[in-house]
């Protein structure tokens, strides 16, 4: 091999490195900027998370609320017709007795 061959093929074989170390520095420049990215959607999740976790206790605590008062109000309907039966019961033997 003649020397000018030599200092050619080393020329290009430098280009070469060079030009690996330059796709390197971007491929590293472009893995930073979707680590940043991705940071950032983790952290709009997890905000999203916290949110939902937030939007459901308040519902539970309303669907529980209402649970309560349902019953309450189912309780009391079932007394008053506990006490209108027994009204009834009695005007129907006083009638009987008539």
């Keep these: 091999m003649s020397s000018p061959?030599?200092?050619?093929?080393?020329?290009?074989?430098g280009a070469d490195v060079d030009a690996l170390y330059e796709i390197?520095?971007?491929?590293?420049?472009?893995?930073?900027?979707?680590?940043?990215?991705?940071?950032s959607v983790d952290a709009k999740i997890d905000q999203l998370a916290e949110s939902t976790n937030a939007q459901?206790?308040?519902q539970s605590a309303r669907f529980d609320t209402l649970e309560q008062r349902t019953g309450?109000?189912?309780?009391?309907?079932?007394?008053?017709?506990?006490?209108?039966?027994t009204l009834l019961t009695q005007i129907l033997e006083r009638l009987n007795r008539a």
């Design 5 to 13: 061959e030599v200092e050619r093929r080393l020329r290009q074989q």
């Design 24 to 39: 390197s520095a971007r491929i590293e420049g472009k893995v930073d900027a979707l680590d940043g990215r991705v940071s």
């Design 56 to 58: 459901f206790e308040a």
């Design 72 to 85: 309450a109000r189912f309780d009391a309907l079932e007394r008053s017709n506990e006490q209108t039966q």
